[in-house]
């Protein structure tokens, strides 16, 4: 019969483990708690010994997987007739247990010692040398730790070693390559604390700025056929938006506006910076700038957007500080770095703050204190060239805003149809606490801004 | 070797009986931490390093007079108190209240994991063996770092005063999880805690079985001739994990280990036995045979009990109270929505 190998719980309240290595393969003959295979867990790497003796049937996962406790590994075949349970009971009739006897004292010669215990004679030429904490920051980064020359004691590859490797033109950048890097924040939904994004944006001079390019278009949905792991940043995506989709019931509110006074406004400030010399902050100057502006200020006027329903559904907590959350393309994915009192800030600060914290997402040495406190979101998808979209609200926020491309549009202008640039503008909302009103009156209030941005210095 | 002591101290079927203790204590051990990481047992401690520890003391007891109160480690090296005890610990790692519940006629104390909190309970015992002027002891095994707890200081201080029969077994295995002994005591040694309560202390090769039967055998004699308690202070070697939750490789030096390794106690004290002419190949084998049939017979039992998840709550008082049969039954609810 076959016997099932789940991963078991081998800490206290262990929910998943890594697969590090393989000791056996398919068509091997295990004895009954042979080490099989090693797995990381949060706390230590462990050797798994074998639930029966027989046949390694199949390997259900890969070295690199993160598997679930409870999820299949492996599958033995024990030789016996299909009528037992198939489950991992105890094989009492397999005696041979070479690995695991006892020492047999003879003179004093250490043998090989039982199974357990510390793991010794490990091919140590085999696995790179890393703290499990490492481990985890290259599986969040997509760096294979094999690749790295370690810098530690020994050849250990140290945290700094993977955080080097991770920025591009590191010593062994992650497969998804990134372009040049440019300067300015555009993107998708995404995540509060940690990473964990949406979708990456193409490779395009978006209308409110120019867009990191984060992926070649060329290297978007390339995957062969079969079943892929999720790993890193995806994973974390996978998980924080599910989380979203199911727990949050959310509405999309889709408007236009004429971006022309935005677009001009823009265009007078930075002239009026170059002309007292502060070409940097000209430069940071962005659409999305004066947007953020807008959108922080009518976060003010309206609190319970700026809010979250708690965990248990049953209250809403209201945010003192305003926190904008800007998504940012990487080449791992989407990472969103938070604007601290965005509503307190004049254009110059948030400009410069909007460009810092976008360059430290790119190049990775953005904090995880500057990944934190977001209390509503900004996502530039228009920069991908689209019009309308409905974005995903992160965990612990009630709302996020979007930008569509801005592009020559027919618009009705006393009477008559004519060309205009125009912005489109999605607002998705936590419909559990708000209602079409507040959404209407929220997202015309950005509007308003839009449409006359000189309406920004009266404040909220 | 000078063979007067081991002549004057235990006969030669105790010395081969502690070797075959040993051995199946190191098998126990082992098997039990297979089956944790294959997700049949929880979370165990190995006994791997203070095997002739608990096996010497045990030998010098008289399990039908002698009272354990061992910690979390120990169980797996009480082979002296019978065959029960491997099954009763199987099933207390495999969920089942059982496995606590020793019985009549087997003097151990279930297991403790609260540090130190079962040096009191010896003490406890000790004292009602005096009043009612019973013959035997009470043994507490606990470790160096459970030593730096209050339980044993108060313990200790009270057990000295009334001169209550009892051994305190400390077993220093260098780590109290990954705490080196040089930052768990000032002390020069463990033993040396001793005078400060009047009463003796005496530091043992913990992996030499026999100079722990020696001294406990002394010890013994001391509290039954109503002298009152003795320190025992074992030095051997953690030979791995502080439990299966625990990776000691991130703090015991590789050379550090592969030195005790050297002297693993199952290991000399068999190559000892040798020279005496007392152990062999072909009682090794048996010995781990036996070992194995053992460790398996009680495996099998323990996973083949069915699992009640409500039958803790029988254990806690001699009568469920009202509330706690009112959150029996909301587990019992939720496991049958399968939110258990």
Redesign the interface.
């Given at each position: 019969m076959t016997v099932r190998?789940?991963?078991?719980?081998?800490?206290?309240g262990l929910h998943e483990a890594e697969i590090v290595r393989w000791l056996v393969g398919v068509g091997d003959t295990v004895v009954r708690?042979q080490p099989i295979v090693e797995v990381l867990t949060d706390?230590?790497?462990?050797?798994?010994?074998s639930?029966a003796a027989g046949t390694v049937a199949a390997v259900t996962v890969a070295e690199g997987d993160i598997v679930t406790v409870g999820t299949v590994i492996v599958e033995i075949d024990d030789g016996s007739a299909p009528t037992a349970a198939p489950t991992?009971?105890?094989t009492?009739a397999s005696?041979a247990?070479p690995t695991?006897?006892?020492?047999?004292?003879?003179?004093?010669?250490?043998?090989p010692?039982?199974?357990?215990?510390?793991?010794?004679g490990r091919a140590s030429g085999t696995r790179p040398k890393a703290?499990p904490s490492t481990r985890r920051l290259a599986a969040r980064l997509g760096v294979d730790l094999r690749t790295l020359p370690g810098s530690g004691p020994g050849g250990r590859i140290l945290a700094a070693d993977v955080e080097t490797a991770a920025r591009p033109g590191g010593p062994a950048a992650p497969a998804t390559t990134a372009a040049p890097a440019a300067p300015a924040a555009p993107a998708t939904t995404t995540e509060t604390a940690g990473p964990a994004p949406v979708a990456a944006p193409l490779p395009q001079a978006g209308p409110l700025g120019p867009v990191p390019v984060a992926r070649a278009r060329a290297t978007l949905g390339q995957l062969p056929a079969g079943t892929h792991p999720l790993r890193g940043i995806r994973r974390l995506t996978a998980a924080s938006m599910a989380q979203t989709w199911s727990t949050i019931p959310h509405i999309t509110g889709m408007d236009e506006v004429d971006a022309t006074a935005l677009l001009e406004a823009r265009k007078r400030l930075q002239a009026s910076l170059r002309d007292s010399g502060a070409e940097a902050e000209a430069a940071a100057l962005t659409p999305l700038v004066l947007l953020a502006a807008a959108v922080a200020r009518t976060l003010r006027r309206y609190p319970l957007v700026n809010a979250a329903v708690d965990p248990d559904g049953t209250s809403v907590t209201v945010r003192e500080r305003v926190n904008l959350g800007i998504a940012v393309a990487t080449p791992d994915g989407l990472i969103v770095p938070v604007v601290t009192d965005a509503d307190r800030r004049d254009l110059v600060s948030l400009a410069l703050e909007m460009q810092r914290l976008a360059g430290a997402a790119r190049d990775r040495t953005v904090s995880a204190e500057e990944l934190r406190g977001g209390t509503f979101t900004l996502t530039n998808y228009g920069a991908l060239g689209g019009r309308f979209a409905t974005p995903l609200i992160l965990p612990g926020q009630a709302g996020i805003m979007g930008f569509g491309a801005i592009k020559e549009r027919p618009i009705a202008v006393d009477g008559a149809v004519v060309a205009r640039r125009t912005l489109p503008v999605v607002f998705s909302a936590d419909h559990r606490i708000i209602d079409g009103d507040l959404s209407v009156a929220f997202q015309e209030t950005v509007l308003g801004y839009i449409a006359e941005p000189l309406t920004l210095l009266l404040g909220a | 070797m000078d063979t007067s002591a081991v002549q004057r101290g235990p006969t030669d079927a105790e010395l081969v009986g502690m070797l075959q203790t040993m051995?199946a204590a190191?098998?126990y051990s082992?098997?039990c931490?297979?089956?944790?990481?294959?997700?049949?047992l929880g979370?165990m401690a190995?006994i791997?390093g203070n095997e002739a520890t608990v096996v010497g003391c045990t030998y010098a007891l008289q399990p039908e007079h002698d009272w354990i109160f061992s910690q979390y480690r120990e169980f797996y090296a009480l082979g002296r108190y019978g065959e029960e005890v491997i099954r009763r610990q199987v099933l207390y790692l495999a969920g089942h209240p059982e496995g606590s519940c020793y019985p009549a006629g087997v003097n151990v104390f279930p297991a403790q994991i609260s540090l130190a909190a079962q040096i009191p309970h010896a003490v406890g015992m000790a004292w009602g063996q005096l009043r009612q002027g019973l013959p035997g002891v009470s043994v507490a095994f606990f470790g160096d770092g459970a030593s730096s707890e209050g339980d044993f200081y108060e313990a200790a201080n009270f057990a000295a005063v009334i001169k209550a029969p009892v051994i305190f077994m400390l077993i220093n295995n260098g780590w109290a999880i990954s705490t080196p002994t040089a930052r768990q005591t000032a002390a020069a040694t463990f033993a040396d805690k001793a005078a400060a309560f009047g009463m003796p202390g005496v530091r043992v090769d913990g992996r030499d079985p026999i100079a722990v039967w020696e001294v406990v055998a002394a010890a013994r004699a001391r509290a039954v001739a109503g002298e009152g308690p003795t320190l025992v202070e074992a030095v051997t070697y953690r030979?791995?994990?502080h439990t299966?939750?625990?990776?000691?490789?991130?703090y015991?030096p590789a050379e550090d280990?592969a030195a005790a390794?050297?002297k693993?106690p199952?290991?000399?004290?068999?190559?000892q036995l040798?020279e005496l002419g007392l152990?062999d190949?072909a009682a090794?084998a048996a010995a781990?045979?036996t070992?194995?049939a053992a460790i398996?017979?009680a495996?099998?039992a323990a996973?083949a009990t069915p699992l009640a998840p409500d039958a803790f709550f029988d254990h806690v008082y001699a009568e469920t109270t009202p509330r706690m049969e009112r959150q029996r039954a909301l587990l019992l609810e939720l496991e049958g929505k399968g939110q258990s």
């Open positions: 190998f789940a991963l078991p719980d081998v800490g206290e708690d706390k230590a790497q462990v050797e798994l010994p639930p991992a009971g105890p009492a005696t247990m695991a006897s006892v020492p047999i004292g003879t003179e004093g010669a250490a043998p010692p039982p199974v357990p215990t510390i793991p010794t703290s | 051995i190191r098998i082992t098997r931490f297979n089956l944790q990481r294959q997700g049949r979370t190995p791997d030979l791995g994990h299966t939750a625990d990776d000691p490789t991130r015991i280990m390794r050297a693993d199952v290991i000399t004290y068999a190559a040798r152990w190949d090794q781990e045979a070992a194995q398996d017979a495996v099998d996973l």
